[in-house]
């Protein structure tokens, strides 16, 4: 299940400063850190080039699914990455007012072109093939892939990979959940593919699929709050380079080197490792699929 202590959000600093002096730091052998441009000579209201001045614009997506965020309001600081958001515009010197969130969808934000936000913040994977297009900030969380059912589904109690071979899996449209189906669960059958993690779900419990993919948080979360009688089969291996999560924003974008900053000194000082606590599932009792 998904944490619920006190939020997090730029409001409560002193809280989150309280915390992070409790706790060690991160160890940064944790994170890969991705290359990105320079900060900045000031990272600040004053010098970054936004889209509107001395307002930071952040984009995500409609519905923003817990425990990222709660009650699908980005807005209010609850919720692993509307957290993350604020904290990194704090480090940027923008006050909670000076944070506006626009509504853009998953596969826009990553799509070459001019972006309708400074920073968008929705689970993005960082691939090589996606900074052909876009930019990322340092990573922010490392993710893993987790192939979720219901009680008494064709797969609910599958142990391994070849258990999953004659599965019929979905996952959304243009993520790396998706590409956990093709590159590594390999199933005979061609997977379905779905707009958002909402349709996929209800694919799943009117068994149109058998098991759908989603990151592990998600996974928590939809089998203990969503799904009647949800199943977590396990964790799917990861190949290569840890999946990451980075801020998105346009290619060649003023701001990537300041955002990589912030993001690495949250990561430093533990700010990360206290949000994680705060709002992410502990991921015992996961197996990994082999």
């Given at each position: 299940?998904?944490?619920?202590?006190?939020?997090?959000?730029?409001?409560?600093?002193?809280?989150?400063?309280?915390?992070?002096?409790?706790c060690?730091?991160?160890?940064?052998?944790?994170?890969?850190?991705?290359?990105?441009?320079a900060?900045?000579?000031?990272?600040?209201?004053?010098?970054?080039?936004?889209l509107?001045?001395?307002?930071?614009t952040?984009?995500?997506?409609?519905?923003?699914?817990e425990?990222?965020?709660?009650?699908?309001?980005?807005?209010?600081?609850?919720?692993?990455?509307?957290?993350?958001?604020?904290?990194?515009?704090?480090?940027?010197?923008?006050?909670q007012?000076?944070?506006?969130?626009?509504?853009?969808g998953?596969?826009?934000?990553?799509?070459?072109?001019?972006?309708?936000?400074?920073?968008d913040?929705?689970?993005?994977?960082?691939?090589?093939?996606?900074?052909?297009?876009?930019?990322?900030?340092?990573?922010?969380?490392?993710?893993?892939?987790t192939?979720?059912?219901?009680?008494?589904?064709?797969?609910?109690?599958?142990?391994?990979?070849?258990?999953?071979?004659?599965?019929?899996?979905?996952?959304?449209?243009?993520?790396?959940?998706?590409?956990?189906?093709?590159?590594?669960?390999?199933?005979?059958?061609?997977p379905?593919?779905?707009?958002n993690?909402?349709?996929?779900?209800?694919?799943?419990?009117?068994?149109?699929?058998?098991?759908?993919?989603?990151?592990?948080?998600?996974?928590?979360?939809?089998?203990?709050?969503?799904?009647?009688?949800?199943?977590?089969?396990?964790?799917?291996?990861?190949?290569?380079?840890?999946?990451?999560?980075?801020?998105?924003?346009?290619?060649?974008?003023?701001?990537?080197?300041?955002?990589?900053?912030?993001?690495?000194?949250?990561?430093?000082?533990?700010?990360?490792?206290v949000?994680?606590?705060?709002?992410?599932?502990?991921?015992?009792?996961?197996p990994?699929?082999?």
């Amino acid at each position: 299940m998904v944490s619920r202590f006190t939020p997090v959000a730029l409001g409560g600093a002193a809280l989150l400063l309280a915390a992070v002096t409790a706790c060690a730091p991160a160890d940064e052998d944790e994170t890969t850190t991705t290359p990105s441009a320079a900060p900045a000579a000031t990272c600040d209201p004053a010098s970054l080039k936004t889209l509107t001045a001395g307002k930071l614009t952040v984009g995500t997506d409609t519905p923003a699914y817990e425990p990222w965020f709660a009650d699908n309001k980005p807005d209010n600081g609850k919720g692993f990455e509307s957290a993350v958001a604020y904290q990194v515009a704090q480090r940027l010197g923008y006050q909670q007012s000076d944070v506006v969130w626009a509504q853009v969808g998953f596969n826009n934000a990553i799509a070459p072109g001019p972006k309708a936000f400074d920073i968008d913040i929705n689970q993005f994977s960082i691939t090589d093939e996606r900074k052909q297009a876009v930019d990322f900030s340092s990573p922010y969380y490392l993710v893993r892939q987790t192939v979720i059912t219901t009680e008494g589904s064709k797969i609910a109690g599958a142990k391994s990979l070849a258990d999953l071979k004659d599965a019929k899996l979905g996952a959304q449209v243009g993520t790396t959940s998706y590409q956990a189906i093709t590159d590594v669960i390999k199933p005979a059958g061609q997977p379905q593919v779905f707009n958002n993690n909402d349709d996929a779900k209800k694919a799943l419990e009117n068994g149109t699929v058998d098991g759908i993919v989603v990151d592990l948080p998600t996974a928590f979360y939809m089998t203990g709050a969503e799904l009647e009688n949800g199943v977590i089969i396990g964790q799917v291996a990861q190949v290569g380079v840890p999946e990451q999560f980075g801020i998105v924003l346009d290619k060649g974008s003023p701001l990537t080197g300041c955002v990589s900053k912030a993001v690495d000194q949250l990561r430093q000082d533990g700010t990360l490792a206290v949000l994680e606590k705060t709002w992410l599932a502990d991921t015992a009792g996961a197996p990994e699929l082999q």
